[in-house]
T-cell receptor
Framework: QQQVKQSPQSLIVQKGGISIINCAYENTAFDYFPWYQQFPGKGPALLIAIRPDVSEKKEGRFTISFNKSAKQFSLHIMDSQPGDSATYFC?????????????FGKGTRLSVIA | DAGVTQSPTHLIKTRGQQVTLRCSPISGHKSVSWYQQVLGQGPQFIFQYYEKEERGRGNFPDRFSARQFPNYSSELNVNALLLGDSALYLCASSWSPSSYEQYFGPGTRLTVT
């Protein structure tokens, strides 16, 4: 049973455009929702994260939108650049007896073309 | 400040062998987690350690074990390797086991032949 479902699997966006990646979760106990960016041969890098008490969080060109009733959240990358080409993972977590394991989606491969 | 470091970078092993992977957390971080990332998939949680004690375990067989040392570094051991163990093994560190923010190292690429 996949607890975090991510779409699309791959995405091609023109330079300067908006990239949108969506995730849906099942477990209502999740209370932390990060996005990670991974380049080939590297580990995932924490990009931005949100807690369920807010509906939107913005950091530079990256924005998370969160819909608690729909159990969905999304990443928006404004003014997408070729350097943003990477694989993006959404994740979710809840504290469980003193530990906070991340549950990841399957990833979205983003290609930004000039 | 150095980030999370892992060694070795790459490793090739034969089925049935045993492997040990190493991780040093960010300075000041006391909790280490291990994840397995199969090609084309998101990372999957294996273990979380804090103060040398296991705080959480994912759905992995007993062939997988880990430990944490007094300096907060950690080792992941995998016995009786199977072809399906081929993956990128990621270490993540955090201030404490209840800290949500986890920072990943570059990983160790394990290939089992």
């Amino acid at each position: 049973q996949q607890q975090v479902k991510q779409s699309p699997q791959s995405l091609i966006v023109q330079k300067g455009g908006i990239s949108i990646i969506n995730c849906a979760y099942e477990n209502t106990a999740f209370d932390y929702f990060p996005w990670y960016q991974q380049f080939p041969g590297k580990g995932p890098a924490l990009l931005i994260a949100i807690r369920p008490d807010v509906s939107e969080k913005k950091e530079g060109r990256f924005t998370i939108s969160f819909n608690k009733s729909a159990k969905q959240f999304s990443l928006h990358i404004m003014d997408s650049q070729p350097g943003d080409s990477a694989t993006y993972f959404c994740a979710a977590s809840k504290e469980n007896s003193g530990n906070t394991p991340l549950v990841f989606g399957k990833g979205t491969r983003l290609s930004v073309i000039a | 400040d150095a980030g999370v470091t892992q060694s070795p970078t790459h490793l090739i092993k034969t089925r049935g062998q045993q492997v040990t992977l190493r991780c040093s957390p960010i300075s000041g971080h006391k909790s280490v987690s291990w994840y397995q990332q199969v090609l084309g998939q998101g990372p999957q949680f294996i273990f979380q350690y804090y103060e040398k004690e296991e705080r959480g375990r994912g759905n992995f067989p007993d062939r997988f074990s880990a430990r944490q040392f007094p300096n907060y570094s950690s080792e992941l051991n995998v016995n009786a390797l199977l072809l399906g163990d081929s993956a990128l093994y990621l270490c993540a560190s955090s201030w404490s086991p209840s800290s949500y923010e986890q920072y990943f190292g570059p990983g160790t690429r394990l290939t089992v032949t």
